[in-house]
């Protein structure tokens, strides 16, 4: 190439409607997989093989999956005539044809890149913010904040979603691979009580 | 790996934002990008059997999603337009102002070479080599080096003589 045909070269790269700099929103991809894995579910039952569980590496997989797919679940959603904010879903499971949750383990959450335990002292948007109690994994500040996507129609439902209150406290693990920092659902997320605080203190021992 | 929906769910985890951003640059709305990028991931599991092992991966679900974006523009008459600015001017979707008042150039000159627009593109926007681009495209490095170079040229013509026309 000369250098009329890197002069080209340029000048396409700055014809660039998306060039790196500018951030691709991550829940257009979640949903597009969800939509996809919603057909799967209705079209493709009868070729799709049987869920197996997953290896360690697997495990990591899914979770991050989980994660990531949170970024579309954990909508932000002010209820108006509640009293409350409440970020997410409802707590309650929910349905979806595909991407159900894993289950739960202790090995599972081990592998979060983040964890901690938090009371939930500002939603604003998509944010959620907590004032740490304890670092499990991934953080020393006295507060973190978390992105907590809204819910968009045609969005995926899925179970174990769950909803931040302010003033309430709940046990946090995430990944950050994505870039923000996205709660996992599917009871990797969950509100604070004694003993699944044990639980977490046993995953993120040492 | 089994070909299962732990495996797919890794590819989009791998993929998804790469080709998010492939479709994001071509399509004549976001809601477009992403009916192509749900399009790529289901025509993925269907064929799960052929999908290349990474990190060829990533350049098959290029084409798929550059297929699924010529197919919504065929398969939906309201689109005959917008059909027309996706093969030409698929910068159509708000983005960051062109530094160089010369891109307006471009893009217009691009317009008459549709068949090596999405080549260049390739090249320069999602920084493929050559034997990448090719394979997206279904054709020979080769002739991906040979059609680089003559479009390369042929834009230069091409915007010359527009400066001309305009001066």
């Not at chain 1, 959603?77 to 904010?85: I, N």
Request: glycine share 8%; charged share 25%.
């Amino acid at each position: 190439m000369d250098d009329r045909d890197h002069d080209i070269d340029a000048l396409l790269a700055a014809s660039d409607p998306w060039p790196p700099s500018r951030e691709v929103d991550p829940t257009i991809a979640v949903r597009a997989l969800a939509r996809a894995e919603k057909e799967m579910s209705m079209t493709d039952q009868a070729s799709t093989p049987p869920r197996r569980r997953p290896g360690r590496r697997g495990l990591a997989v899914v979770l991050a999956v989980v994660v990531v797919v949170a970024a579309a679940a954990l909508g932000v959603t002010r209820l108006g005539g509640e009293g409350a904010d409440v970020a997410g879903g409802s707590g309650r499971a929910l349905g979806s044809p595909f991407a159900s949750c894993l289950e739960f383990s202790v090995e599972t959450l081990a592998l979060a890149p983040i964890a901690f335990d938090g009371t939930v002292s500002s939603i604003d948007g998509g944010r959620v913010t907590f004032d740490v109690e304890r670092w499990y994994r991934g953080g020393d500040g006295d507060t973190v904040t978390v992105a907590a996507q809204s819910l968009i129609d045609g969005a995926p439902e899925l179970e174990g979603g769950v909803g931040f209150v302010e003033g309430r406290r709940y046990l946090v693990s995430a990944d950050d691979s994505t870039g923000p920092i996205v709660p996992a659902i599917c009871g990797f997320t969950v509100e604070y009580d004694e003993g699944m605080a044990d639980t977490w203190a046993r995953a993120f021992v040492g | 790996m089994a070909r299962d929906d732990v495996w797919l769910r890794s590819l989009h985890s791998r993929a998804a934002e790469d080709v998010t951003r492939y479709a994001l640059r071509r399509a004549p709305s976001v809601a477009d990008a992403e009916d192509a990028v749900s399009e790529a991931f289901l025509v993925a599991w269907r064929r799960r059997e052929v999908v290349p092992d990474p990190p060829e991966d990533i350049l098959w679900l290029y084409g798929v999603t550059r297929n699924a974006l010529a197919n919504q523009s065929r398969g939906d008459r309201r689109r005959i337009r917008l059909r027309a600015r996706l093969a030409t001017e698929p910068a159509h979707l708000p983005g960051p102002d062109p530094p160089d008042p010369r891109v307006g150039l471009l893009r217009e000159a691009l317009v008459q070479l549709p068949e090596d627009a999405e080549l260049l593109r390739l090249l320069t926007w999602e920084r493929l080599s050559h034997g990448q681009a090719a394979e997206v495209l279904g054709t020979s490095e080769n002739a991906v080096a040979l059609r680089a170079s003559r479009a390369r040229r042929r834009l230069a013509q091409l915007m010359t003589a527009s400066t001309a026309v305009g001066t």
